[in-house]
């Protein structure tokens, strides 16, 4: 072998070492990168596997308290609604911006909006507050929806069914939408919305039965809350409603009080209407309060 070749066969060796060692060097660096990814992402799992197992412990839905003591602000509206030209009843129609107030008042204060068939799982709650839009027409979908969107709040519809797919009303298809959304429970508010504690036993039937087989036609959903249209019922109404529906809302009496409510089917409510200044939509959320035995 001549001293030359030899030269070259150990200089290639020195390369070819060389090589390997940068080589070795990075993937070293990387094997390490990778374990240190692996490793902080693993410590971000065990910080949220944490984080649910504490909400589970502080929450457990499956645990029923005896008994509740809940004081719940359930707001009625109507329509929103800037411009209510020719419409009597003004005080009916709340502005967007009036509506999308309150929402970041109960949103920046950490209340907590509920569904009315949530009336019998208040103590899941800390701060509940209920948000219930009564007849609602389009404006609903229009002014009100994409503003509980907006601010993920839940709210409740009560909707008149033959009044479904009519002039200025709510098509079946927005209803579905409405529904789908999981922000928004749509329940009955009768099918003509004509005075119940005038009607026969067979009227108010129908008016209970078939509104509510209407919209969970439309919704596939369940629909187990009745509003009282004009706030009016009789006796008649509640054995009713007892047979066929969880919970009857009326129009007025207030913050509500379970402790002193009668039962589920006379529900109270306070009136938004468009003049209530924010003061004093505050003033009622600042009753809300839960309070259970275990
Ligand atoms: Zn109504």
Same mark, same amino acid.
């Given at each position: 072998? @001549? ?8 200089? =290639? ?14 993937? !070293?660096?990387?094997?390490? =990168? ?11 799992? &065990? ?25 719940? /602000? ?10 209510? $030209? ?9 502005? /967007? ?8 008042? !109960?949103?920046?204060? $950490? ?18 507050? $209920? ?28 909707? #008149?069914?033959?009044? &479904? ?15 789908? @959304? $999981?922000?928004?429970? #749509? ?23 078939? @509104? ?16 009282? /249209? =004009? ?8 054995? &009713? ?54």
């Amino acid at each position: 072998m @001549s001293k030359n070749k030899s030269t070259m066969i150990m200089l =290639s060796l020195f390369v070819v070492v060389i090589v390997c060692a940068i080589a070795s060097v990075f993937c !070293i660096k990387a094997v390490l =990168s990778e374990k240190l990814n692996i490793d902080i992402v693993s410590q971000n799992n &065990i910080d949220k596997i944490d984080i649910n197992n504490k909400d589970k412990v502080l929450v457990d839905d499956t645990v029923v308290p005896t008994k509740t003591h809940a004081t719940v /602000p359930i707001f009625m509206y109507h329509f929103i609604l800037d411009d209510y $030209g020719e419409f009597p009843d003004t005080e009916n129609f709340l502005k /967007p911006e009036t509506l999308e107030e309150q929402l970041k008042y !109960i949103t920046e204060n $950490g209340y907590q909006t509920i569904f009315m068939d949530e009336m019998d799982d208040l103590y899941k709650y800390e701060k509940p507050v $209920g948000l219930t839009f009564d007849d609602c027409f389009v404006y609903f979908y229009n002014n009100a929806f994409p503003l509980l969107k907006k601010y993920n709040q839940k709210a409740t519809i009560f909707i #008149i069914t033959d009044y &479904i797919n009519g002039e200025n009303y709510l098509t079946e298809e927005q209803l579905k939408e409405i529904a789908d @959304s $999981g922000l928004v429970k #749509i329940e009955s508010h009768t099918k003509t919305h004509e005075y119940l504690d005038e009607m026969t036993y067979e009227e108010q039937l129908e008016q209970a039965v078939g @509104s509510k087989e209407r919209l969970e036609a439309i919704t596939g959903q369940k629909v187990t809350v009745y509003c009282y /249209p =004009s706030g009016r019922f009789n006796n008649t109404t509640i054995d &009713i409603i007892k047979e066929h529906y969880d919970f009857g809302l009326e129009m007025l009496g207030g913050v509500c009080n379970t402790d002193t409510l009668k039962d589920n089917y006379h529900i109270t409510r306070i009136y938004a209407n468009r003049t209530m200044p924010i003061t004093t939509f505050a003033s009622y959320c600042a009753q809300s309060s839960v309070k259970i035995e275990p």
